[in-house]
């Protein structure tokens, strides 16, 4: 029931196109926008998850083509990564 409306020329719009990207993600703990949603913003994200390793929340970084690229962010992925686990232990633990 899902509308998979084109918001760019790069959005995945078609279901094999979004499972094998929802795929990707699962298998490497992150996830990338590659202007899919906006023209020009590129962006990554980490889950943030509980002890059992269920998903509550994402932590992710955005930004503007001009000033960010996809291997900039994927060299950040280390830092966000333990952010987010820094905010499951305090949610976590307090």
Same mark, same amino acid.
């Given at each position: 029931?899902?509308?998979? $409306? !084109? &918001?760019?020329?790069?959005?995945?719009?078609?279901?094999?196109s979004l499972k094998a990207e929802l795929s990707t993600i699962d298998s490497q703990c992150y996830a990338l926008d590659k202007e899919e949603f906006m023209? #020009?913003?590129?962006?990554? !994200?980490?889950?943030?998850?509980?002890?059992? #390793?269920?998903?509550? !929340?994402?932590?992710a970084v955005h930004g503007p083509t001009l000033r960010l690229d996809v291997p900039t962010l994927l060299a950040l992925k280390p830092?966000? !990564? $333990?952010?987010? &686990? &820094?905010l499951s232990d305090i949610l976590l633990y307090e």
């Open positions: 029931t899902l509308n998979l $409306e !084109a &918001k760019t020329s790069n959005t995945h719009s078609d279901i094999d023209d #020009g913003m590129v962006a990554i !994200a980490v889950p943030v998850v509980d002890d059992r #390793g269920r998903y509550l !929340a994402s932590l830092d966000i !990564a $333990e952010a987010a &686990k &820094k």
